[in-house]
């Protein structure tokens, strides 16, 4: 099955690529860290105007592996507001920076963040995890059309401005890269991290960086 991540670029090297993904089945959102949209709710025959928060949906659901910590915000340094136990059930609402955004309780729509190492997380779920903590370092825009992961690899596509690259340069972005992929993929629990293979628009394998941390420029 192949899982595509398609991207828009901006302008020149150096830039950072904004990933939409689209999963087979339920798809990871990418979490825009905002307050949540209201809800203008009117009530007939009544000249006020009740807003209330829009409860946010859910995409999948997924057990708590150890004792773990739900926080306000994605970050360690973040209050707790609750504990919850091995195997306790949350569902997941939007991942970012390696934290997912749960629903604690489907009746109180309460939320919260969780490290997702905490959780027993699908190969899908740690893949849009990892990749969404390494984008913001790849450093590297106006070549690439589209990522997707399949048969265990994550595979680039190339626009043709890969061709005017020097050597020097090629290697450059795709050690830049794979470094950042490599990190991330170790921290959502890949051992090894998945290769990555950079393919022409024939399908063309152009580069590779391995999962010992290779450079490999072919054309």
Known sequence: MKTAFWMRSAAGIGGTFLFVWLF????AKVADVREEPETTVYAPGADTVVTTPAR???????????RANVRT????SADVVRVLDPGASVGLIAVHNGWFNVM??????STGWMWGPLLA???????GAALDMAKPNFGADTLFSAVFYEDNILKVSLDLAWRDLTTAQKQEVVSQIGTAWRAAAQQMGFRPAPEIRFLSNMNYEMA????KGQVVVKH
């Open 121 to 127: 997380l699908t190969r899908e779920d740690r893949f």
């Open 73 to 76: 915000q994605p970050s360690t």
């Open 56 to 66: 946010p949906d859910v995409y999948a659901t997924r057990t708590v592996r150890t």
């Open 24 to 27: 087979a089945g339920c798809a």
């Open 208 to 211: 590779r960086y391995t999962s």
């Open 104 to 109: 604690v309780d489907s009746a109180s729509g």
